[in-house]
């Protein structure tokens, strides 16, 4: 008999709300501690989630009940609170980008392989009940070979409504980096992994102002692409346009279609869990309902360290993560070269999840 995993998690602003609400009803984790930069969020975190401690980030890291990792930092601290997570031996679930950089996150995958501990990484997202169905319809041939798709994330970005949305704007941000991963991921699951990459890039503004919060009306800089069109080429042939934009008045988000050799395929957002996907074929179509649990984000974190304890892989590898990064600098690569430049790394997609996966089920494992 093995108690629940003790997981930590490190990083207690906006998204760890969602998070904790549910790492805190799955029966198979227990949530032991909070811990942030900002001392006092991280212990009104722990009182309104009900976690037994907050802490500093090193006593978190050094507490023997903990044996996974959540790192929810921003994006410029992922690599190095996930380095030294690896190095205090524990497994490590990361928001994305799984970093700025592939050197640095390189080194962390590196480092965990050579440890024998796992790193996985957002987005969960497409685990959810919405993608997993249109994910199955897929794999049992519903469209055929997929060939072509067109992702669009269009918005006037982020700045109205997160309270500290400065790296949101900055590198490892910007609509690709903060963005893409749910997009880029969500056609590699289907269409495999990406070998080529054509962009350009621009932006309409080179300041922003904190539209809620204590800092409202701040003004602050941007320093990466607002608006990035890509074509994206697949190593198994087929291809994707896609479009992120934080520069657009409209809001058209969420959007992810899959044209193969018998039909078309619209997916659900692939930044949620849930939603319809519409099967167009050339004599007619259907409407799938979502199929699954109806858990959201922590999802990743539970099918990992369900993962750790069957021995399985992770469906959010660390490796999945690593080559969704190393598409996106690449359409960065792209836009400063002006022409199309080779994806280095490969991946092979995650299987589907099973439709009775049950988040709150008990495995057996940790009765
Ligand atoms: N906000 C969202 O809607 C959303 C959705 C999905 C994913 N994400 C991802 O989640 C991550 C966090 O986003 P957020 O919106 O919660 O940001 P946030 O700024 O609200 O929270 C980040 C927290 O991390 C803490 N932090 C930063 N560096 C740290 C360090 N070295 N050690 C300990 N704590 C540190 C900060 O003090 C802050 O409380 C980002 O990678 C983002 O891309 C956010």
């Known amino acids: 008999m093995t108690a629940p995993l003790g997981v930590g998690v490190v990083g207690t602003g906006v998204i760890s709300e969602e998070y904790l609400r549910n790492l ?36 978190l890291l050094a507490d023997p ?26 497994h490590v679930w990361v928001e994305k980008p799984l970093g700025l950089d592939l050197r640095g996150a390189r080194a962390l995958l590196d480092l965990a392989a050579r440890r024998g501990l796992r790193v996985a990484c957002a987005p969960d997202t497409l685990l959810g009940a919405g993608w997993q169905t249109a ?32 790296f949101l704007f900055q590198p490892g941000g910007g609509p690709l980096l903060d ?80 044209s193969g050799t018998l039909g078309t395929v619209v997916l659900p957002d692939p930044n949620r869990f849930d939603g319809e996907t519409a099967v167009h074929l050339f004599d007619g179509g259907q409407t799938l309902a979502p199929q699954g649990h109806g858990a959201t984000r922590g999802t ?20 999945l993560a690593y080559h969704v990064l190393d598409a996106m600098l690449a359409i960065e690569d792209s836009i400063a070269l002006g022409r199309p430049v080779d994806v280095g790394s490969t991946v092979e997609p995650p299987p589907a999840l099973l439709a009775d996966w049950d988040p709150h089920a008990v495995s057996p494992a940790a009765r």
């Open 300 to 319: 990743g974190v539970l099918e990992l360290a369900r993962s750790i304890r069957a021995g399985e892989p992770e469906r959010a590898s660390g490796e």
């Open 135 to 166: 994910r199955r319809a897929v794999d049992a041939g519903v469209i055929g070979e997929p060939r072509t798709a067109l992702a669009l994330f269009q918005s006037p970005g982020p700045e109205s409504w997160h309270p500290a949305p400065e």
């Open 24 to 59: 805190t009803s799955f029966p198979d984790l227990r949530v032991v501690a909070v811990a942030d930069l900002d001392p006092a969020r991280a212990a009104a975190s722990a009182a309104r989630h009900g976690v037994p401690r907050s802490s500093t980030v090193d006593e």
């Open 65 to 90: 009940g903990i044996g996974l990792v959540v790192n929810l930092t921003v994006p410029a601290a992922h690599v190095e609170v996930s380095l030294a997570a690896i190095e205090a031996g524990k």
């Open 179 to 258: 963005m893409g991963p749910y997009y880029l991921t969500g056609l590699v699951h289907l269409l495999g992994p990406i070998r080529r990459v054509t962009a350009t890039g621009g932006r309409a503004r080179d300041t922003r102002v904190i539209g809620s919060g204590p800092r409202a009306g701040a003004e602050f800089p941007v320093t990466v692409h607002t608006a990035v069109s890509a074509l994206v080429e697949f190593e198994r042939g087929g291809s994707a346009q896609a479009v992120f934009s934080f520069d657009s008045a409209v809001h058209r988000t969420g959007f992810v279609e899959v």
